[in-house]
């Protein structure tokens, strides 16, 4: 059995990756596109926090 892709879980894998938001691969406008965006933000701003304290 295959699942369609996660679009959030596909977007927090890009940016665990070091791949830059820019590269979302969905329609902008789609549901899909802000999936995809908010599973890269909640990395990316995990990671910029993380900068932040020094750890």
């Known amino acids: 059995m295959t ?3 996660d679009p959030f ?3 927090q894998h890009a940016a665990r990756q070091s791949i830059p938001a820019e590269a979302n691969p969905y329609r902008d406008g789609s549901e899909e596109h802000s999936l995809w965006a908010a599973g890269h933000e909640r990395v990316a ?9 020094g750890t």
């Open 3 to 5: 699942t369609d892709p």
């Open 45 to 53: 701003g995990e990671a910029e926090a993380g900068e932040a304290e």
């Open 9 to 11: 879980e596909q977007g």
